[in-house]
């Protein structure tokens, strides 16, 4: 998708880095990812190696889409695919970045991505195409002669390439909704927790205002009246024996 072009640079530049005049790379010079030769193309015709390392980001940009973007369908392609297949163009052409989607996804293999790759792309699950086309691009590198002096930095480039891709591909998750609370549930009172009211004492061990328990001075008055009664009966039971 178009959208996803400024995320798909910004990641291929994280492997391109600065300035490069080395030997044995078959690109030859180049600045942040852009070639001598394609430089000069979109740029500035006579340019030399002086004026690329001074390239802009905004030239960056414009070589990057026209030679590299456009010419795959960046912008026609799904989520996280047109990120692989454009990192993949730009480390090792635009055709054959190509062919490689199209052997991945069963299309004919002319190096011209159109409506039938398209839809054979996007007729397969996103995250099958990245890691179909990552792992033949790297069996790709592997079988070239400058493998042993880039390995490092190619296998690695893979890797990010892949993991980013397919972070793009997922769709975005939607957050969960909290749950509505019952209607028919009553809300606690919010002064006194439910579960900080006190139990309630049993009735008969509270004590009354002089201090001693109910229970307990219950237990004494009904023992001052048996004592009360037997005494009466005592005295009752002496008179009438000096009756009779």
């Known amino acids: ?20 005049d080395n030997p044995a790379d078959p690109g030859g010079a180049t600045m942040k990812g852009v070639t001598l030769a394609n430089f000069r193309r979109y740029v500035k015709a006579d340019a030399s ?22 010419a795959v369908l960046g912008a026609e392609l799904p989520d996280g695919v047109d990120c692989a297949v454009f990192d993949f163009a730009v480390n090792s052409g635009p055709g054959r970045a ?19 790759t398209l839809a054979a792309a996007r007729a397969k699950p996103a995250g099958v195409v990245i890691d179909g086309l990552c792992d033949a691009r790297l069996a790709f590198l592997q079988r070239l002669p400058t493998w042993a002096t880039f390995e490092r930095g190619w296998s690695d480039r893979v890797k990010l390439v892949r993991a980013q891709a397919l972070l793009m591909s997922a ?18 009172n919010a002064e006194t927790p439910v579960d900080t009211v006190p139990a309630a004492e049993p009735a008969s061990s509270a004590p009354d205002n002089s201090g001693m328990p109910m229970a307990a001075k219950t237990s004494g008055i009904i023992a001052a009246c048996v004592l009360l009664i037997f005494a009466a009966w005592h005295h009752i039971a002496d008179a009438l024996e000096g009756m009779f």
């Open 171 to 188: 769709p975005a998750a939607v957050p969960a909704r909290p749950a509505k609370p019952s209607p028919q549930a009553a809300p606690p």
């Open 1 to 20: 998708m178009d959208r996803n072009f400024a995320r798909a640079l910004a990641l291929v530049l994280r492997s391109e880095g600065g300035w490069s």
């Open 98 to 116: 190509a062919k490689y989607l199209q052997a991945v996804v069963g299309a004919a293999q002319d190096g011209r991505i159109g409506p039938a």
């Open 49 to 70: 190696k002086a004026d690329l390392r001074k390239i802009g980001d905004d030239q960056v940009a414009t070589v990057f889409r026209r030679f590299y973007w456009d």
